[in-house]
């Protein structure tokens, strides 16, 4: 559950790698995308969702990744925060 005290503040979702791309939904809607390829292996990135979150209500997080050159998948670190 996203905490209520989230309501009106920037929040990014924050990937340290996903090798090699990544399609990203909150609540259904597709929020952001990581498609640099196969040079961003070891590369992070972030999407804001301040607008697509639910605070004080369960939110479903999904996450689409490709790698056309064998073993990826998401290998860093996913976290919310606010700048």
């Known amino acids: 559950m996203a905490p209520k005290d989230w309501a009106g503040k920037k929040l990014l979702l924050a990937f340290g790698a996903v090798d090699e791309k990544a399609w ?13 390829g196969s040079s961003a292996w ?9 607008n697509d979150i639910q605070p ?9 990744v490709h790698n056309s050159m064998g073993p990826g998948g998401i290998w860093k670190s996913v976290k919310i925060f606010a700048p």
Not at 24 to 36: I, P, R, Y
Not at 42 to 50: C, G, K, L, M, P
Request: charged share 25%; aromatic share 6%.
């Open 24 to 36: 990203v939904w909150l609540n259904g809607e597709k929020v952001g995308k990581s498609t640099a």
């Open 42 to 50: 070891n590369s992070a990135f972030e999407i804001d969702i301040s």
């Open 56 to 64: 004080g209500k369960e939110n479903m997080l999904s996450v689409r």
